[in-house]
């Protein structure tokens, strides 16, 4: 099989490195990668959201199966051009993938599909916004609808607070055309955690559970990031609650958007909010996490050229996925300054060095090769991930690995999987 990733990240990465280990993976191409990506991938110089070229390029070299890694290409349709070019495709077309790129789609689908989430309103216009969020009072939560590259969500402690989110999003334009109209929630509290489906258009297959770090700085503080490390199993997630997520949410999306002509295929995640035992969806994701994605494939041993093969293509309620008992941690190793401003272009060293201990794979988000050497080339730059019998074990050989690597330029939370090691 000749496959196709498309995407550059640390997910990216993850997905390459599982589908180089499938015995039916002949080639594996990835657009447009990174330096670590090119160790187990033909990299190409094509953007991810270059859909004609990646398109060209599938048809030109007769790949088999096409994995859009990212959302932004998805809901631009990067999928169905994919598929009207004879392309079997793992991902949702543009219409499906609607549920990531529309907050104001997605929660009009929950409300209808009795899909239990927090309470909102949606609005195009400010002064409607404004009497809405006097109305329910503080905390609150703005959200852009569109696409917003993780930044579009406030939490807003004070009405005058989400006033201003207002403003900016609505007046300003501070996210474009994604604040064209918002999404004004209510706020819930809780521990959350990520749930992944893989969904073939009506069969769901679930992941093992996961759960991702999103504050930048140890003690869950900070800055709201794209994930600072993850871990799975995440204990939170019983089998109870799996049960009903997948009774009570997955699977009434997946009815639902069938039932609306936008059958999905691809993999669904589910941000949840976890309460007392109570599970809400805060929000659709149409593509694998990042970093989850990391620890999800270092405990898949099922072949995933396989798997996604059979979700492209229908046949998923013939797959059963098979798995490494006990944890995967991930820490993710970002530059100085993320998720605010930061410098590109400083040297990393001792990749080799973590990447060789038993257990640890050192997943690339954002690097290059500059004249023969690592390069940060983003603001998360490494995933540093091991495997072991307990998330405890997990976390002491992935910091392990992270002490291997010299980067002076970097930083990284020391705290990753504490929740799930205080419950082990
Ligand atoms: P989203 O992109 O909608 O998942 O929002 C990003 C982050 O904002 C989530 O991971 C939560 O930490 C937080 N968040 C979103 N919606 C809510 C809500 N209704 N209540 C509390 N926190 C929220
Ligand atoms: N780690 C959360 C995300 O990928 O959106």
Redesign the pocket.
């Known amino acids: 099989m000749n496959i196709l990733v498309i995407g550059g990240g640390g997910r990216e990465h993850a997905l390459c490195w599982a589908l180089a280990k499938s015995p039916a993976a002949e080639k594996i191409y990835c657009a447009p990668g990174n330096a670590g990506i090119s160790e187990v991938a033909e990299c190409v110089p094509i953007g991810a959201e270059d859909i004609e070229n990646i398109v060209r390029f599938a048809s030109d070299n007769q790949i088999d199966l096409a994995v859009v890694g990212p959302e932004a290409p998805l809901v631009a349709g990067m999928a169905d051009q994919l598929r009207a070019a004879g392309i079997s495709t793992f991902g949702p077309n543009a219409d499906a993938a609607i549920l990531e790129g529309s907050?104001a789609f997605m929660k009009d689908l929950f409300a209808k599909y009795n899909i239990p989430t927090?309470a909102y309103g949606r609005f195009t216009d400010y002064d409607a916004a404004v009497a809405y969020v006097r109305e329910q009072g503080a905390?609150i939560?703005v959200?852009a609808s569109g696409l917003a590259a993780?930044k579009?969500?406030i939490?807003a402690d004070t009405e005058e607070g989400a006033i201003n989110a207002l403003s900016s999003i609505m007046q300003d334009n501070a996210f474009g055309e994604a604040g064209d109209e918002v999404v004004i929630?209510?706020?819930?509290?809780g521990e959350?955690a990520s749930f992944f489906a893989l969904v073939d258009g009506k069969t769901a297959l679930p992941l093992v559970s996961a759960q991702d770090h999103?504050a930048a700085f140890d003690g869950d503080t900070g800055p709201?990031t794209g994930g600072m490390g993850a871990y799975s199993p995440a204990p939170i997630v019983t089998p109870e609650i799996e049960a009903f997520i997948m009774e009570k949410i997955i699977q009434p999306t997946i009815d639902g958007m069938a039932a609306e002509g936008r059958p999905f295929t691809g993999v669904l995640f589910a941000?949840l909010?976890i309460s007392k035992g109570k599970t809400k969806v805060?929000?659709f994701?149409v593509r694998f996490g990042d970093p989850e994605c990391q620890v999800l494939m270092a405990r898949l041993e099922s072949d995933l050229a396989e798997v996604l093969s059979a979700a492209a293509e229908g046949r998923l309620d013939q797959i059963k996925l098979r798995w490494q008992e006990g944890s995967a941690l991930t820490v993710v190793m970002a530059a100085n300054g993320y998720p605010g401003s930061y410098q590109k272009g400083t040297l990393i060293e001792g990749l080799d060095a973590a990447g060789s201990m038993d257990g640890v794979t050192v997943f690339h988000a954002g690097t290059k090769i500059e004249n023969g050497n690592v390069t940060a080339n983003g603001g998360r730059v490494l995933g540093v991930t091991a495997v072991a019998p307990t998330t405890k074990e997990a976390q002491a050989k992935a910091y392990e690995g992270v002490d291997k690597i010299n980067w002076p330029d970097g930083f990284c939370r020391r705290d990753i999987g504490w929740r799930a090691i205080e419950r082990e």
């Open positions: 907050k927090a905390p939560v959200k993780g579009g969500v939490i929630e209510e706020f819930l509290t959350e999103k709201n941000g909010m805060l929000e994701n």
